[in-house]
């Protein structure tokens, strides 16, 4: 971003602690304490074990496995009864994983006619959930100290914990200077403007104005348009990653575009960009694609080795300029559908609509594309191609070789050391706002994570690593499945035999590796199996590229808890009734997959996007003072709220009233003191003229039961405390449900303890 004067950064504080734990960096005048420090150098990625598993989840998670196989069943019974193949796209897309913008289908078939396959899913749902309430795990991965220590940091106002911007690091910086470092790159007008005001919703309907227009003018199908069209949008939200590589710790940019108006559109636009990118003469997908490439030269003596990279590329890319490449190899499609201007109206919405908030205040980006929304490496790429394209043809001498990947440049010269000055300086002059920095060598130069020697016309590589990597594996106690610690040693004894061109070189490594791996607990049998393993595959095979086989085995999603290691055999065990049945088994050739989401992880509750709001900020539920409404005698006027059930107390951290949508509520019964919690997607009042409807014609819904068992009536109902106890106004259905879940248990006021009937 320019070479402006640099002020006040991340500045390293402490220096004895840094190189007391060397995968936490601690840049914060607080030292951290010895049950932190051995948090944290577990690594972000970490999984602690949960406590408990989550049924409701685990019930949805199994819900849509029956889906998936009923989906399939009455596909294919479909066809064969009336070859009729009109089916949802969505569905299909489920099935057969063709890649199409369609918006997932929510749609659930019948229990299937097939009474030997709904056997099969009744008995793998109740053998897994039996299994779940007998295994219940007895250790945990984290001591009672590094617990507390989990809880304390998050409930701290005055640090920021983030990833290093490269090297696995956790870095630990005080909130005020990771603000003024953001504050100080937000202030710089020529790439951001202060706003006064939110615009997403203006940019919404901005948006969808744009789609209908390209949709009634037959350029988006029903379907895409569907998909592209943005549902409960959000301001995109900034920060920062540290650069612990570079001097004072300066941070790189992000914009997290999750839910932003321009999220789904920017994917098309990637979607659109992505075959250009990979045509381009320069473009190195990735090490392997690189190390190929690199075979295929012939290095004369007296060859220069030289890397570029140019300087901030993403925020750099003047719009104009970078629509311009865009458009130019758009117009060179045989198939203009989606036409061109189209492509170039919604690229231009991308870059044109990136707002987002900081620390509660609202920006606009202006010049160049946020890291962080999808087209973005695909737009560079494409810029830099044309940018590229002019600076070799107009340069006298070529480089004999010329690679890049996104901003970084390998280039092999053998012109001379003034040509080399004269083409630098041409590329500095090729374009205003783009500027290269570079490094030079006879020897040895560096390129992603290879590092290249050439003596005496002889090419080596051998494996590179920053010096700020901290190696930081998985830990091997983390809450993941045990194939993942069996396939780290190995995957990663692959990387060092495919870059290292010799074998002295790739012995030194992996001797490294072991060190590294042996640090982070790995066994001595578990490295010996995967470093075996990975000597018997020939180098130049893992120089070639695999084709990736299309698997067509159901998957079974859970998210992973010790408990829950046996649900391969339980889902085997059943599935032979499957084989038994010639249709079932030509339709499922394979049994299902069991695949693992993991839990949450340190990362998860200790790193957010957004700067978070000091806890001494307390929010509060309060009447909406309207004098029609029936909602304002019961809704409280309050900052806190109790569990009957605990006793403990939480504070309100929302600024809700009687008509505030997407809210969490607590019930108190007057009469015998019993919680209920609830949701609701309307607002409030609206959802308690429902409560009043059901108590009215006695339904059979938890509230409505309570208030007509004995000692109660229902006038009760009107005379109950309620309070609002949590809201967000971004939350979709299974976010708002979650939370009502968390509640729940968090509360304890499921029956006999309260009035709800399940979490």
Not at 132 to 153: C, F, G, M, W, Y
Not at 478 to 495: N, Y
Request: with cysteine; aromatic share 8%; charged share 30%.
């Amino acid at each position: 971003m320019g070479r402006k004067t640099r002020t006040r950064r991340f500045r390293r504080k402490r220096k004895a602690e840094n190189r007391k734990s060397n995968v936490v960096v601690n840049l914060s005048s607080k030292p951290l304490n010895s049950a932190e420090s051995s948090l944290l150098s577990k690594g972000l990625n970490f999984c602690p074990n949960p406590p408990k598993i989550n049924v409701r989840e685990l019930d949805e998670d199994l819900d849509q496995f029956a889906r998936r196989l009923r989906i399939k069943e009455y596909f294919h019974s479909k066809k064969e009864t009336s070859g009729d193949l009109s089916t949802d796209e969505s569905d299909i897309k489920e099935v057969t994983d063709i890649p199409r913008f369609v918006k997932k289908s929510n749609w659930i078939p019948k229990p299937s006619k097939n009474t030997r396959l709904e056997s099969v899913i009744n008995l793998i749902k109740s053998d897994i959930k039996h299994n779940v309430d007998v295994h219940v795990p007895k250790t945990d991965n984290l001591t009672q100290a590094e617990r507390s220590a989990l809880r304390d940091i998050q409930e701290r106002d005055d640090i920021i914990i983030k990833p290093a911007d490269k090297g696995s690091a956790v870095v630990v910086m005080d909130k005020t200077t990771y603000i003024q470092e953001a504050e100080r790159q937000l202030s710089d007008c020529r790439f951001y403007e202060k706003l006064d005001s939110d615009p997403t919703l203006d940019f919404t309907q901005k948006i969808i104005r744009a789609l209908e227009a390209m949709h009634a003018r037959g350029h988006l199908d029903d379907k895409t348009m569907e998909y592209l069209t943005p549902e409960d949008p959000k301001p995109g939200r900034f920060y920062l990653l540290p650069k612990i590589h570079k001097e004072n710790n300066p941070g790189r940019p992000i914009v997290s575009a999750n839910g932003h108006p321009t999220e789904k559109i920017s994917e098309f636009i990637d979607f659109h960009l992505r075959p250009f990118v990979e045509n381009l003469p320069s473009h190195i997908k990735d090490t392997t694609d690189y190390l190929k490439k690199m075979e295929n030269l012939t290095i004369p003596e007296n060859t220069t080795l030289v890397t570029m990279d140019v300087t901030s590329l993403y925020t750099n890319i003047p719009h104009d300029d970078g629509i311009a490449a865009c458009r130019k190899i758009w117009e060179q499609r045989t198939d203009q559908e989606p036409p061109t201007e189209c492509l170039v109206e919604m690229l231009t919405l991308v870059l044109k609509n990136n707002n987002f908030t900081f620390d509660g205040n609202h920006y606009l980006q202006i010049n160049g594309t946020a890291m962080g929304t999808k087209m973005a490496p695909s737009y560079a790429n494409i810029f830099m191609g044309d940018l590229e394209e002019r600076l070799l043809l107009s340069s006298l001498k070529q480089p004999l070789s010329w690679f890049r990947f996104i901003d970084d440049v390998d280039m092999k010269w053998t012109h001379g050391d003034k040509e080399l000055d004269e083409f630098l300086e041409h590329a500095n002059s090729i374009h205003p706002s783009i500027k290269f920095t570079h490094e030079v060598s006879k020897t040895k130069m560096s390129f992603l994570d290879t590092t290249t020697t050439v003596k005496e016309g002889n090419m080596t590589t051998d494996l590179y690593s920053k010096p700020t990597d901290k190696h930081q594996y998985l830990s091997p106690s983390s809450c993941h499945p045990k194939h993942c610690f069996k396939s780290i040693p190995f995957s990663q004894a692959i990387r060092v035999k495919r870059i290292c061109s010799t074998v002295e070189t790739t012995k030194q490594r992996l001797g490294d590796l072991r060190h590294h791996l042996k640090r982070r607990g790995y066994n001595d049998k578990v490295i010996e199996s995967g470093f075996s393993k990975a000597s018997e595959i020939n180098r130049n095979d893992l120089l070639e590229y695999k084709e990736k086989k299309i698997n067509k085995r159901v998957p079974l999603v859970l998210t992973y808890h010790p408990s829950l290691a046996k649900i391969a055999g339980i889902v085997r065990h059943h599935w032979k009734e499957i084989e038994k049945s010639e249709t079932l088994a030509k339709l499922f050739p394979e049994p299902p997959v069991v695949a693992f989401r993991r839990p949450k992880s340190i990362k998860d509750t200790l790193v957010r996007a957004a700067v978070s709001r000091p806890s001494s900020t307390v929010g509060q539920c309060k009447p909406c003072g309207d004098k029609r409404c029936k909602c304002c005698l019961q809704l409280q006027h309050a900052q806190v709220f109790h569990s009957k059930t605990t006793g403990k107390e939480y504070k309100i951290f929302c600024n809700v009233n009687c008509k505030t949508p997407n809210v969490v509520y607590l019930l108190d019964c007057h009469v015998c003191g019993s919680q209920y919690v609830g949701e609701s997607v309307q607002p409030f009042n609206k959802r308690m003229n429902g409560h009043r409807s059901d108590l009215t014609k006695k339904t059979l819904l938890p509230v409505s039961q309570h208030f007509v068992s004995p000692g109660h009536s229902l006038e009760d109902f009107g005379r109950s405390k309620i309070y609002i106890i949590d809201h967000n106004p971004s939350w979709k259905e299974n976010q708002r449900q979650k939370k009502e879940s968390f509640w729940i248990r968090e509360l304890q006021t499921l029956h006999p303890e309260g009035i709800n009937k399940k979490a």
